[in-house]
């Protein structure tokens, strides 16, 4: 069964490859969903696949890469249902 996290990490996150590095985090996990900038200076994504793998990801992602300084993580669980099933883990345009 898999789950679903929708997170915002704010801090030194943008221009440091927190999202490229969050990709690839997510596909050595085999986890899917996407991962964008936002115009505030934090980085928003969505973690979807088997708990362990998400779990794995979500520890990845309060630390970030090297450059990085990750002031906080908020994490919200989407209950089954809610959003569309990923295949992929992609990077979207900044909004």
Not at 13 to 24: F, K, M, P
Not at 46 to 56: I, K, S
Not at 78 to 91: H, I, N
């Amino acid at each position: 069964m898999a789950v679903t996290f929708h997170l915002r990490i704010v801090g030194r996150v943008q221009g440091v490859g927190y999202r490229h590095g969050l990709r690839a985090e997510a596909l050595l996990r085999g986890v899917a969903g996407w991962v964008r900038n936002r115009a505030d200076g934090s980085v928003e994504a969505l973690l979807q696949g088997a708990p362990e793998a998400v779990e794995a990801v979500l520890v990845w992602a309060h630390n970030g890469p090297p450059a990085a300084r990750v002031a906080a993580v908020e994490v919200v669980p989407l209950a089954p249902g809610v959003e569309r099933s990923y295949d992929s883990f992609d990077c979207l345009p900044t909004v």
